[in-house]
Nanobody
């Protein structure tokens, strides 16, 4: 079983920065894609950023130029550096990872989510 745990969320003023971390643990053989999603109150969950095993990154238009996704394969960590935050970025942020377990079964796991609140 693969577990993802997010950290680094909280309250920040508009224009500020936060760095989210995602720690993966469990029976992991490899992690292919890692992604960050967010869900604001009354809205659907949306993709924020995605990074492949080859470090190719994709971003939602709303965060391009402000957010940076990265990963540390050795330590099974994912990160989301968020700069120039605005109140519109307020949401619960979720980490997602897809890959293979040690017995070569595919997995797709979600973290429990972490709150990011940006005050104006």
């Amino acid at each position: 079983q693969v577990r993802l745990v997010e950290s680094g969320g909280g309250l920040v003023q508009a224009g500020g920065s936060l760095r989210l971390s995602c720690a993966a643990s469990g029976s992991i053989f490899s992690i292919n894609a890692m992604g960050w999603y967010r869900q604001a109150p009354g809205k659907q969950r949306e993709l924020v950023a995605l990074i492949s095993s080859g470090d190719y990154a994709n971003y939602a238009d709303s965060v391009k130029g402000r957010f940076t996704i990265s990963r540390d394969n050795t330590n099974k960590m994912g990160y989301l550096q968020m700069n120039s935050l605005s109140p519109e970025d307020t949401a619960v942020y979720y980490c997602n990872a897809q890959g293979s377990t040690r017995d070569y079964h595919p997995f797709a796991s979600w973290g429990q989510g972490i709150q990011v609140t940006v005050s104006s």
